[in-house]
């Protein structure tokens, strides 16, 4: 097996990877813990209501998602992940770093929709029927991570590395 050939280029791909998920799992965490300090509230008020509350938990993750699934596209589309590592020129590797930091920026927006995730379990904790209302409120900040997520792809597609 020969030695691998680490350029420039494959270098600012692997950082573009990294902060795609390093960055995503930052906004994730922080919109998980924003969401599960106020649902812990509720559920401390009454216990049955921690399905709903599990629910809107659940969707600051997805970013980190977002965030995973570029970095393992940028490592495969390199040959870092499986295959053969390609020769990467440093221009090639500033496309992929700006696929990595598209995916890695949309994933700050789990913040945000940690908040309003917490705000909602008050409302549904208040009036359980509020869920669905509740959900879609959550999900609104999502919408911006996905069109990340969908540059980020479209950056690669167009780059010729997916």
């Known amino acids: ?6 350029t420039l ?6 950082l573009g990877a990294g902060l795609a998920m390093g960055v995503a799992a930052i906004g994730s965490g922080i919109g998980v813990g924003i969401a599960g300090a106020a649902g812990a509230g509720v559920i401390a008020e009454d216990t049955k ?15 980190g998602i977002y965030g995973f699934v570029t970095a393992v596209l940028i490592l495969m589309g390199v040959g870092l992940l499986g295959g ?10 500033l496309v992929c ?3 990595g930091l598209a995916s890695a920026l949309g994933g700050i927006t789990a913040i945000g929709q940690g908040m309003t995730a917490g705000a909602a379990m008050g409302s549904v904790a208040k009036n359980p029927a509020t869920l669905g209302q509740n959900m879609v409120l959550s ?22 590395i997916m």
Do not use: C, D, N, R
């Open 1 to 6: 097996m020969e030695a691998v050939q680490f």
């Open 9 to 14: 280029g494959l270098g600012l791909a692997a």
């Open 49 to 63: 209501k921690f399905g709903p509350v599990l629910i809107l938990q659940a969707f600051p993750q997805t970013q």
């Open 84 to 93: 053969e590592i390609k020769p990467i020129s440093m221009e090639l590797g």
């Open 97 to 99: 770093l700006g696929a």
């Open 139 to 160: 999900v609104m900040s999502e919408t911006f991570a996905v069109f990340a997520l969908l540059i980020a792809i479209l950056i690669m597609v167009g780059a010729g």
